[in-house]
C-alpha cells in the first residue's frame, strides 16, 4: 500500500521560512518522478514544484527563487524549502509521486499571515 505522509506545514509570518517534508512508502521513491502542488480556497489545484528522478526540477514562476524542491532517496523523502513566505503562499500542499500513476499525500495546511 503506497503511503505519502507530509509534514512542517503551520502558520508562519510574512518573510518567514517553512520546510516540508513528505516521507513515502511502498513504492521504489526513485524511479518516481515527485512533486509540490497547492490549493488556495476557491482555486485549482496548481504544480508548486517537481524535480525528476535525474534531479531536474522545475518551479512555477511565482516561487522561483524563493522555494526550494529536493529528495534523499535513501530515506524516501522529498522536501519543500520555503523562503520568503507570502500571503498569497498560504493553501493546501500536497505531496505528489508519479510515473504510470499518480499518488497524493493528505496535505498539509501553509498560512501566511501576521
Known amino acids: 500500500q503506497v503511503q505519502l505522509v507530509e509534514s512542517g506545514g503551520g502558520l508562519v509570518q510574512p518573510g518567514g521560512s517553512l520546510r516540508l517534508s513528505c516521507a513515502a512508502s511502498?513504492?521504489?521513491?526513485?524511479?518516481?518522478?515527485k512533486a509540490w502542488y497547492r490549493q488556495a480556497p476557491g482555486k485549482q489545484r496548481e504544480l508548486v514544484a517537481a524535480?525528476?528522478?535525474?534531479?531536474?526540477?522545475n518551479y512555477a514562476d511565482s516561487v522561483k527563487g524563493r522555494f526550494t524542491i529536493s529528495k534523499d532517496n535513501a530515506k524516501n523523502t522529498v522536501y519543500l524549502q520555503m523562503n520568503g513566505l507570502k500571503p498569497e503562499d498560504t493553501a493546501v500542499y500536497y505531496c505528489n509521486v508519479r510515473r504510470q500513476l499518480n499518488y497524493w499525500g493528505q496535505g498539509t495546511q501553509v498560512t501566511v499571515s501576521s
Open positions: 511502498g513504492i521504489i521513491f526513485s524511479i518516481y518522478t
Open positions: 524535480i525528476t528522478t535525474g534531479g531536474i526540477t
